[in-house]
């Protein structure tokens, strides 16, 4: 029974499921619908500049047969034209032969194929420049997949290729990568739509077969695969191109010298050494072409050959640079960044660090008390060995000898007064003005370049480090000394600086005050004793109130109070007057207004103003803060209140503001307030002239008002005998403090703006460079005035970036320039080596005007042949060997032995005939071959007629 039921069971197969095959079809025509790339256009010829200078895209998509992945991609050149949608039109005077073959070939590929300006591209996909075409699709295997390896599986793909291209109409070549990846090896095919096909097939050898080495045997080659059925056969035209490499630049020297044999010296305050430590320029490569002659004109075969590159018709020159050479600019400036981002900190010891016997000695300085005390013996020999340990301990830091350690002081500290620096050019002023650093000739920017010279030649951070700390102690030692600092400006600090430049101002004006008030104390001489009493503000004595005969209340000193308002029954005289304020005049007595001596604002830099509005802020809000935020903003108000009474005996509040606040003053108005002001009679100086008339504003005379409060509490005290606004002592510990504690990472950020500046120093472009090369400089100098502000690490990353594609440009641009120079050249021709210097730093290819007898072609050609007397290589003629030692000659007519063999020879035939019977219509045929010394490669396209066979 169970017998028979097996046998009735049988196996269906529906045969219509979707095959894998069947999805892989649909995927690509579905691909292929989304590029458009069966939209049909008209077909516009190429330029060799299109072609060079076009924008060259791809576009890819992955896609699965199976389990196996590929990437489809198709690259394609895309020209104005198809960016604005408008279409190109075709030439006039086409004629009917060109417009009938329009007609019947569709395909673009078929027409660039016979296309000349496609010969030898520079810049384009490999297939490109063995067809001849400009849009394909390429299948290849997904990275990481398996390589194509057999042949069945190639022609599967093929053929799947062939029915999505055919489903689609589209006209595009396709090809198949096959075997190994580097081998760069296609299979492809392209169907025109009007009954012709190609076949794009392709050789790879590792060695050239002797008989293929020449153009004679690849013409045989290329006419035993059309087998022509016609006769005579059509005509071959041949293009042929020989590579030749120069590597030797010995007569150029690295880096650019100038005319008396020295390195050209950078500008003012710039970056010292900038560039490549090597000629970013490895090779040069001179294309001799010879562009689609008939294969009768030329010779060349086993025994014998005419190629001359001397007598080329085109030349066309091209540079190999170092795409990451070493810097000496950027590959500092990328350290110092790693520095900047804490990497060092680890080994820095702050100056008021102690060892740990010293700690043990203070934290056990109260037990030492209740000890015995200690013997000679011990003492001596606990001083010796703490001596000994500190000296073991400095001997160590000592990075940098003694010797040069003070020859970089004195360079950048004198003890004499340092020559006036120079006038900075043009550029600097532009980059003083808009970069937050400081000027190139300044102090700050000086030991910048100093720490870095430290940093780099004298053992990293731990010598720049060291020469810090040695600049500190100048500074210290210049302020005990009252020696003001060497190029820096005088004055308040400038905001627009660094903030390392600012606190070095601040030193510097800390200095200014001290002298300033010494010297004013050794003329003035000893104060009375009264005066010096008056002018003590940290300890004050409680004046006993006593009684006088008539009950009036008297102080100690004979000052009577009357309607809580002190008095001095001592007549005033005034003091620190400064001059006359114009006519005006004290509106009670009548008396000349002067301006009174003041305490000059207190100097202070952007991190102080920045605590001290931090400090104003957390007071909070509410009428007790707003009067206690007052309160701390109104030191300078009540300095210059108590001078102005000082200078001005008989004034009241109304002309303190006449003179501090013109604006609170309203002339002209009703003067009501008819009350006995805090005044008094001037003497002689009271006269008969008229008061003038006019009242405070209407903020002055609000209840509670700052100024009337402080008018109330002050006295009469002249600005020599006030309380200093400005500790200079003070500021100057806490800036030396600030100096010392800086950590690594926090001293070079604070250098970068300085670093930054010299390097763009360096960079002086001016109207004569490239245009490009220009272009790069404003970008990077946008990028490095927005570092200098921000002054965050992530800014000054991206600017260093910059700063590298600048400094290789540069060292590029100078390489190129001293290369391409002759100083035998007339104007014209000097003018022409300059053009094709722009151009050959925009280009990957520049073609040579005038080929071998052109200007460029004979600096060329100079420059082998100055290769060939160094022997470097074997001239290109029968071999013979080249005399050592000798200088380079400049032949009066070139010739072929002062150029080496070639690295690469490339050849392209094509032709058009009827394939592959004689009734079939003409079609188009190419094949490309490169030999060199690694490689041969032969690519060939043939195309056949698919109706009429």
Not at 39 to 65: A, C, M
Not at 130 to 137: A, L
Not at 662 to 691: I, L, V
């Amino acid at each position: 029974m169970e017998d028979s039921e097996e046998q009735e069971i049988f196996e269906i197969i529906d045969f219509t499921t979707v095959s894998g095959w069947e999805r892989f079809v649909a995927r690509v025509e579905e691909i292929i619908h989304d590029w458009k790339c069966n939209e049909t256009r008209p077909y516009h010829p190429l330029t060799k500049d299109e072609v060079i200078d076009g924008n060259w895209q791809e576009v890819s998509e992955e896609i699965s047969f199976g389990d196996v992945r590929f990437l489809l991609t198709r690259h394609f050149l895309r020209h104005a034209a198809n960016d604005n949608g408008d279409e190109r039109r075709e030439e006039d005077g086409d004629d009917d032969q060109q417009q009938q073959q329009r007609k019947s070939l569709v395909s673009f590929a078929h027409l660039d194929m016979m296309n000349k300006e496609m010969d030898f591209p520079a810049r384009a996909h490999c297939l490109t420049r063995w067809f001849g075409i400009r849009d394909f699709v390429v299948l290849s295997p997904a990275p990481n997949a398996e390589a194509i390896i057999g042949e069945s599986r190639m022609k599967i793909l093929l053929s799947s290729f062939i029915i999505a291209l055919h489903n689609t109409q589209c006209r595009l070549p396709a090809f198949v990568q096959v075997v190994q990846h580097w081998r760069r090896l296609y299979a492809g095919v392209c169907d025109s739509g009007a009954g012709m096909r190609t076949h794009f097939e392709m050789v790879h050898l590792k060695n050239t077969p002797r008989q293929l080495n020449h153009l004679a045997g690849l013409i045989e080659v290329f006419k035993t695969k059309l087998m022509v059925p016609i006769s005579p056969a059509p005509p071959i035209l041949v293009s042929v191109r020989f590579t030749y490499v120069l590597r030797d630049w010995a007569m150029h020297e690295w880096p650019i010298e100038d005319e008396k044999g020295s390195a050209t010296p950078p500008p003012e305050g710039a970056w010292p050494c900038v560039g490549t430590v090597c000629d970013p320029i490895f090779e040069l490569h001179l294309a001799a072409t010879w562009p689609n002659l008939a294969e009768e004109m030329i010779v060349d075969n086993e025994t014998y050959s005419d190629l001359d590159p001397t007598q080329a018709p085109s030349w066309s020159v091209r540079v190999k640079i170092d795409e990451e050479p070493q810097l000496l600019l950027g590959d500092l400036l990328k350290e110092l960044l790693v520095v900047a981002a804490g990497k060092s900190d680890a080994m820095f010891v702050p100056p008021e660090g102690r060892d740990e016997g010293e700690g043990r000695d203070i934290q056990s300085a109260l037990q030492r008390l209740t000890e015995p005390v200690p013997s000679i013996s011990t003492l001596t020999s606990s001083v010796v060995s703490r001596a000994r340990r500190k000296l073991t301990r400095e001997s160590n830091n000592n990075v940098i000898p003694e010797l040069l350690l003070n020859a970089m002081l004195e360079d950048l500290l004198p003890d004499v007064d340092p020559p006036p620096a120079p006038e900075p050019p043009d550029e600097s002023g532009r980059l003083h003005d808009q970069l937050k650093s400081c000027s190139v000739s300044s102090l700050t920017h000086r030991a910048a370049l100093l720490l870095c010279e430290a940093y780099q030649q004298h053992g990293g951070v731990r010598g720049m480090l060291h020469l810090w700390q040695e600049i500190i102690l100048e500074l210290r030692y210049r302020w005990d000394n009252n020696i003001l600092l060497p190029w820096t400006e005088h004055g308040h600090p400038d905001l627009g600086a660094s903030l390392l430049h600012q606190k070095l101002q601040l030193l510097n004006c800390c200095i200014e005050r001290k002298r300033a008030r010494e010297n004013e104390a050794l003329v003035q001489g000893p104060v009375e004793e009264e005066e010096a009493s008056a002018s003590e503000d940290e300890f004050f004595e409680c004046e006993e109130t006593v009684s006088d005969e008539d009950g009036s209340p008297l102080t100690r000193k004979g000052s009577v109070r009357r309607n809580d308002v002190f008095r001095d029954s001592k007549p005033q005289h005034p003091d620190g007057r400064l001059k006359r304020l114009g006519d005006m005049r004290l509106l009670d007595t009548g008396a000349p207004l002067y301006v009174p001596i003041t305490q000059e604002p207190a100097p202070m830099t952007e991190d102080m103003l920045a605590e001290h509005e931090q400090s104003l802020v957390e007071l909070g809000h509410g009428e007790e803060a707003a009067k206690l935020r007052a309160q701390m903003q109104s030191a300078s108000l009540l300095s210059d209140m108590e001078a102005f009474k000082a200078a001005n005996p008989g004034c009241k509040l109304d002309d303190f503001v006449r003179w501090h606040s013109p604006r609170d003053w309203n002339e002209g108005d009703t003067h009501s307030d008819d009350e006995d002001d805090d005044g008094g009679n001037a003497g002689d100086e009271q006269t008969d002239q008229p008061k003038p008339r006019g009242r405070l504003s209407k903020r002055m005379r609000l209840p509670g008002n700052i100024w009337a409060e402080c008018w109330q509490s002050t006295k009469s005290v002249a600005a020599r005998k006030q309380r200093r606004l400005f500790d200079d002592t003070k500021e100057t510990e806490k800036t030396l403090q600030w100096l010392s504690s800086l950590r690594p990472s926090q001293l070079v950020l604070n250098l970068l703006p300085c670093l930054v500046h010299a390097a763009m120093q360096a960079f002086q472009v001016s109207e004569k460079c490239h245009p490009s090369l220009s272009l790069l400089y404003e970008q990077t100098f946008q990028r490095t005035v927005r570092a200098t502000r921000m002054q965050e690490l992530r800014h000054y990353e991206e600017l260093v970036q910059k700063l590298c594609q600048l400094e290789m440009m540069v060292s590029r641009f100078q390489s190129l320039k001293a290369k391409f120079s002759s100083e035998v050249a007339r104007d014209d021709e000097k003018e022409e080596l300059a053009r094709f210097v722009d151009c050959i730093m925009e280009k990957p290819e520049v073609k040579v005007i005038g080929a071998a007898k052109g200007p460029v072609g004979r600096v060329v050609h100079r420059m082998f042949a100055a290769a060939r007397t160094r022997g470097r290589f074997t001239p290109a003629g029968n071999g013979g060997e080249s005399a050592l030692g000798e200088e380079a000659p400049t032949p009066a007519t070139p010739t072929s032995s002062d150029f080496p063999p070639p690295e690469g020879r490339e050849f392209i035939l094509r032709t058009e005939c009827p394939r592959p019977a004689p009734y079939s219509q003409v079609s188009p045929h190419r094949m490309y071959c490169v030999l060199t010394r690694e490689e041969f490669r032969l690519s060939a396209a043939f195309s056949e007629d698919t109706a009429f066979h």
